[in-house]
């Protein structure tokens, strides 16, 4: 027997009935297939485009709307996978059954769908790259039924992780010429989450993570030491190391924290110089709780009283672009920082206001105009110059600067697919580039990096505004 | 040509060497098998431990260390995704070729890894039920080998979707009798995290969803009206009111400030009066910008004024518990809320402290005593009692106590599959009997329900900490 919910839902909001239990099927099981990634809403619109003959193509563009005061920048990342949902994008017979199983549809939409594929043109900026609001980093050119069902698919891919190479970002610039590693899988917000961290932490520069499965599929180097439950599984902290040391001889890391951070400093000293004569050479130690700044200070006076000059010292413990700031602005003698839960979830800004407008169809160029959330009208380009970026109208130059959109698919097809490694160039090479104002790690209550408007769209956004020809949503 | 890493990992920290690329491979393609969803240290721990013959049972604890000041109390969720994950747990032969491929692991580990299930028993709480910190959530006995492995993931799976949960709960809280519905797809960390939004949501007894794959896998009724786009693609918005309402007559909700709230609140009054003889119903408007209470108080009036009182108004833009609960104080006449960033991504505590502790193994009871960081020893129980919690030894009972851990899997088998009603009748039922302490939707410096320790319990800690028999991590 099936209890019946103990809410009854609203049947005037809910468009569709309380179907049988399907079963709980949790969130991550399987894959979820992109053309399913995607609200109500769009397929209800683009049902009721159909049915009203209105076939034209449309281009809208996807944008963060403002920074969150911790952001004086975002890093564009998420484009390889949006590309790659929408290059597969389909619905199938099983998806079409339980669409068909709303009761809500026209069977001419539903036939329309099991064919659909996206045919659209997309340009986009490349992954790595600095951008700042109101720059569009997606814009799409598609019949509008396909370019309308995408939105949300694109917004959740693109949104998350540049909010996550974002927040990577920060911690790759505090960390300078020290070294750090992702450990956030077990803080995220799932799976997927935990997959972009590792991938936008990499993108930044780091040296590693720990998730294997991010390992596996992007070839990223992993890193890791041993829980404190493993130090814990021997009676003594020394046979913990000794075991651990043994089966992994080469670049050993050891967790010293367990007990007492001193003693287990003395502890390592203690193995390393024992196990020495086996070959085995002791990389380095990991803190993980207490004061890091000062007992890295102690630590690295044991290791070095000890023989172990070269070991060096892994800090982590929910730390974050401003604890690792601080710890090396007060000489902490640390050498690499294991950075998880706060990276992995941009947990000081951990949303992006990331919309997807429509800026032009048939009729021209089109604007919103409803309370505080103004879009600028038509298909645009960004040009980044000397100190400034420039939004134009997409078929104007703006001399002197460099183009950020690049086409990305044509026709539904994908223009190319960038490694990894060089979206990490890039952003690495970007972040390096900084100006000293976009490399503070303060709140900024301001764009720091102006974003201007070319005179093309300057004139059009006028046109729009007076409803004259060449504007719409007067 | 593959570019080198602009920033060349550091070897010592890194336990793998630089892979050729092996392809971007987005973070959403294809599905994550849960065994790679584990840290790095999980696999080289388990390697020591079997290359030492350390092969006992032992028992690991995860829970939430301390709440957020944000939260007064959580609820429990994720479970069925983790036993799901436990129950197929496997690495297949690619993931064995690439785990050999790092180069780091002994043979027998590998050959060991090819056939491992996970074997163990869990008790866990049940989805749906209130718990607090330092309750345990889940608590595993297996080999020590798997009942490390699967930390990461049952990490991930749990807290993240406890997180979910215990800001939908507030949501619901804040809603009392009007409805709410999850909108957060396009905010969500990654498509996973946009699953368990929109369950987390429906289990605390939101009306419904706007993700289409969380309706078909959950069987979750999904809603949705419209984007300001579809309004923008027609000249008049009286012609996309139209057109939308002639598509779907059933139920039609009429988003309508795209140009102005109060203007677009006539329009659908004209609508709704022109369409009634096709047999068209108007259910409701919806406000997605602006003063949202006096704007419904303005479109309220129009409504009536236009002989449509039974319309109802839905409200969305960035709300979350705090907004509801203003709106709703004072006195906005809105039925309805469409909650989704704030929601999804639990904006204002978007991690919490999960961990996953050694409390016993073969020499009996473990605790770790590093600075800050003090767990409680040997296997424990969660009972309720009126007012309070108590937490004892699992084989303790506590009189007049409802005991909240219960057996999950058995040899790794499990005990069963509770289906997403019952869950959610669970929770409501929590959600309704939560004392006025814990409804507050107020930030709390200190845990507002007592969880105390048993006789039992107590006394085990002071025989480990005194380093006696039965006691380990002296």
């Given at each position: 027997m099936t209890p019946q919910p103990a809410a009854a839902p609203e049947p005037s909001l809910v468009a569709t009935p309380v179907p049988e239990?399907?079963?709980?099927?949790?969130?991550?099981r399987g894959a979820v297939p992109p053309a399913l990634v995607t609200d109500l809403y769009e397929l209800t619109m683009a049902a009721a485009y159909q049915a009203d003959g209105i076939e034209h193509e449309a281009t809208f563009e996807l944008f963060v709307r403002s920074l969150p005061p911790q952001r004086r920048f975002l890093l564009a990342a998420g484009l390889d996978d949006a590309l790659d949902g929408l290059a597969s994008w389909r619905f199938d017979g099983d998806d079409i059954a339980y669409l068909a199983s709303?009761?809500?549809?026209p069977r001419q939409f539903l036939d329309r769908l099991q064919g659909l594929r996206f045919t659209g043109d997309v340009w986009a900026v490349p992954e790595g790259e600095v951008v700042f609001a109101g720059e569009p980093l997606v814009r799409v050119t598609a019949p509008l039924v396909e370019a309308q069902l995408v939105e949300t698919w694109l917004l959740n891919r693109i949104a998350s992780q540049t909010m996550l190479a974002s927040k990577a970002a920060r911690v790759a610039l505090a960390c300078g010429d020290r070294s750090f590693v992702d450990f956030s899988a077990r803080r995220d917000h799932g799976v997927d989450a935990a997959m972009a961290a590792a991938r936008a932490a990499w993108m930044c520069?780091?040296?590693?993570?720990?998730?294997v499965a991010a390992g596996r599929r992007f070839g990223i180097p992993l890193t890791g030491t041993m829980a404190h439950s493993f130090v814990m599984s021997y009676d003594d902290e020394r046979d913990a190391f000794r075991a651990y040391a043994r089966c992994f001889p080469h670049g050993v890391v050891l967790l010293i924290d367990t007990y007492d951070t001193l003693e287990g400093a003395r502890h390592a000293v203690e193995v390393a110089n024992e196990l020495a004569a086996e070959g085995i050479t002791l990389a380095a130690v990991r803190l993980d709780s207490g004061d890091l700044g000062a007992l890295a200070r102690e630590v690295r006076a044991i290791l070095d009283d000890g023989g172990l000059g070269g070991v060096r010292i892994l800090a982590s413990g929910d730390l974050d672009e401003h604890r690792v700031a601080a710890l090396l602005a007060g000489g902490?003698?640390?050498?690499?920082f294991g950075v998880g839960t706060q990276l992995g979830t941009?947990?000081?800004?951990?949303?992006l206001g990331a919309v997807y407008k429509l800026v032009e169809d048939a009729d021209g160029p089109k604007v919103k105009l409803a309370s505080g959330k103004v879009t600028l009208p038509g298909p645009k380009q960004v040009w980044r110059l000397d100190g400034r970026d420039v939004l134009s109208l997409d078929h104007e130059e703006v001399p002197g600067g460099r183009p950020l959109l690049a086409p990305a698919m044509v026709g539904g097809r994908r223009t190319g697919v960038e490694s990894l490694d060089r979206i990490r160039e890039r952003a690495v090479a970007a972040l390096d580039a900084l100006p000293p104002a976009l490399r503070s790690l303060d709140d900024a209550?301001?764009?720091?990096?102006p974003v201007e408007v070319s005179p093309g769209l300057d004139r059009l956004v006028a046109r729009v505004h007076a409803g004259l020809p060449g504007g719409g949503g007067s």
């Open positions: 239990a399907v079963g709980p099927g949790g969130p991550g709303l009761g809500m549809f520069g780091a040296a590693g993570t720990s998730l902490a003698p640390i050498d690499a941009s947990a000081d800004a951990p949303t209550d301001e764009p720091l990096w």
